[in-house]
C-alpha cells in the first residue's frame, strides 16, 4: 500500500476507535470543570443573552492549567499556529502535553496543529485525550467533525458537528457545516 492508503486506514482505524470512546459515552467529567456547569447551562441556552460572557469564562477556565511554566507552553504553541508555523507549534504543544497530560486545551492546542499538518490520525488521538479530561469540549466536537469531513465521513462528522452544537448553538461555522452536511446527505439519499 502507498503512504496515503496507509495513513487512511490508520485515520479509519483511529475513527472507530474514537467514536466508540466518544459516541459511546465513555468519557468522565473532569472535576476541575465541574464548576462551570451553570456556564455550559447559559452557552447551551440559544436564547440567553449572556451566552458570550459564558463563552469567554469557559474558554478562559479552560485555557490555565494551574502552571504558569504550562500556560507559556500553550501560549508559544498557540503564536506559532498563528504564525503558521507548524512544526514548533507541535513542538510546543507536544512539551505541553508530555508535561501537563492532564490539562485537556494542551491536547485540544495540539489537535488543531496536527489536522493544520494534515496528520488526521494523531489529531483524532488528540481530540480523544481532549474528550476524556471534558467532554463538553464543543470546539474538540467540531475539529473532530471537520476530521470526520475531510475524511469523506459525513455521518459521524454530522453527529460530531451536532454534539458541538448542542453544548454552544451560538457558532456560526458549525451551523454552516451542519447545513452542509444535511445537503448532502440529502442528495446522496436520492
Known sequence: MNRITDNFSVALLLSAILVNLVFGGAVAARAETAGLDRYFEELADPDYD??????????????????AAMDLLLQRGQDALDAGDIPAAIEHLTALTDHAPDFAEGWNARA??????????????????????????????????????EMG?????????????????????????????QRALAGTAL
Open 153 to 181: 465521513d459525513e455521518p459521524r462528522a454530522r453527529e460530531a458537528y451536532e454534539r458541538s452544537f448542542a453544548l454552544n448553538p451560538h457558532q456560526q461555522d458549525v451551523k454552516d457545516a451542519l447545513g452542509r452536511l
Open 50 to 67: 449572556g451566552w458570550s460572557r459564558a463563552e469567554s469564562d469557559i474558554r478562559r477556565a479552560w485555557s490555565r492549567s494551574g502552571s
Open 112 to 149: 488543531s496543529a496536527y489536522f493544520m499538518a494534515g496528520m488526521y490520525g494523531p489529531s483524532m488521538v488528540d481530540v480523544a485525550h481532549v474528550l476524556q479530561l471534558e467532554p463538553r469540549h464543543w470546539g474538540a466536537l467540531a475539529g473532530l467533525g471537520m476530521i470526520f469531513e
